[in-house]
């Protein structure tokens, strides 16, 4: 089987190329037109390329957001009055222990 994608940049198509061919997947590009990649493999691998794709895809900073761009989240106030610096120090180690066992 085969997964054919047109991209929105020869960049991010370049990128898609270069993962799916480190991880062993027979992907060709177009050498015209529209930028577009057409993968060969089994259909039980197809998914997992389309994953690396799509990872390609939004990954190109035009119109999506980095992690670099997001801002820092703030944090609400805890419920029993402590803020976010009281909640991130150090505390004492708790002493129950959970587990589990198979039902017999």
Do not use: K
């Not at 390329?49 to 939004?58: N, Q």
């Not at 980095?66 to 610096?85: C, F, I, K, M, W």
């Amino acid at each position: 089987m085969y997964l054919s994608h047109t991209f929105h940049s020869r960049e991010s198509l370049c990128l898609a190329h270069n993962w799916l061919t480190r991880l062993g997947f027979h992907a060709r590009q177009s050498a015209s037109g529209p930028p577009r990649i057409i993968v060969v493999d089994d259909p039980y691998r197809l998914d997992a390329a389309r994953l690396l794709i799509d990872a390609a895809e939004h990954s190109e900073a035009a119109g999506f957001h980095s992690l670099n761009d997001q801002t820092v989240p703030v944090y609400p106030e805890a419920a029993d009055g402590r803020s976010h610096e009281d909640l991130l120090r150090p505390h004492a180690p708790h002493h129950e222990v959970l587990g589990w066992h198979p039902i017999p």
